[in-house]
T-cell receptor
Framework: AQSVTQPDIHITVSEGASLELRCNYS??????LFWYVQSPGQGLQLLLK??????LVQGIKGFEAEFKRSQSSFNLRKPSVHWSDAAEYFC????????????FGSGTRLSIRP | DAGITQSPRHKVTETGTPVTLRCHQT?????MYWYRQDPGHGLRLIHY???????DKGEVSDGYSVSRSKTEDFLLTLESATSSQTSVYFC???????????FGEGSRLTVL
């Protein structure tokens, strides 16, 4: 069965600083990987996804993520965070037929220091 | 915004009573999901559906059942609610497993 681990429960970074959120997955085959964001009081929004091809994927809002098969990781990065990036971030993996069974990690809450 | 409606949005009930949450979509998407969100646990998959009458279990399916008799509706039933089922429940839809999940606004359930 697939699983996702987000080892950081809460991260605080200063505005303008770089960001990296960690995600490790467990799945026997090539995974389909996603990052979602949930802003306070808002629904969940897809930031980016990886299915195949280039291991560095670009998403919305200036985010990118790199798939590293050897490390079973799919870390999310942003070169310079903005106060509006404060939110909860979820990594997810899709498995099964058509990757339809989508499992989420426990999330990382990001706070921004002014 | 994707056409997803969850009902009820808020419900307070007592232990042992049955509860049904409804998810209705107007997008004609094949896949529908029920997740629960709890602090420290993120989103956990309860059940999902890949077509009318086609459903499968997720990570935390015990105590929950689902039904999908029409493409647009996916019902989640708690046969006998327990306090551990107090949570926020999200419905999501997708055109396909490799596509984006679109989430409803959530249903907050409190079991006393």
């Amino acid at each position: 069965a697939q699983s996702v681990t987000q080892p950081d429960i809460h991260i605080t970074v200063s505005e303008g600083a770089s960001l990296e959120l960690r995600c490790n997955y467990s799945y026997g085959a090539t995974p389909y990987l996603f990052w979602y964001v949930q802003s306070p009081g808002q629904g969940l929004q897809l930031l980016l996804k990886y299915f195949s091809g280039d291991t560095l994927v670009q998403g919305i809002k200036g985010f990118e993520a790199e798939f590293k098969r050897s490390q079973s990781s799919f870390n999310l990065r942003k070169p310079s965070v903005h106060w509006s990036d404060a939110a909860e971030y979820f990594c997810a993996v899709g498995a099964g037929s058509s990757a339809s069974k989508i499992i989420f990690g426990s999330g990382t809450r990001l706070s921004i220091r002014p | 915004d994707a056409g997803i409606t969850q009902s009820p949005r808020h419900k307070v009930t007592e232990t042992g009573t049955p509860v049904t949450l409804r998810c209705h979509q107007t997008e004609n998407h094949r896949y529908m999901y029920w997740y629960r969100q709890d602090p420290g646990h993120g989103l956990r998959l309860i059940h999902y559906s890949y077509g009318v009458k086609d459903t499968d279990k997720g990570e935390v399916s015990d105590g929950y059942s689902v039904s999908r008799s029409k493409t647009e509706d996916f019902l989640l039933t708690l046969e006998s609610a327990t306090s551990s089922q107090t949570s926020v429940y999200f419905c999501a839809i997708s055109e396909g497993g490799t596509g984006e999940l679109f989430f409803g606004e959530g249903s907050r359930l409190t079991v006393l």
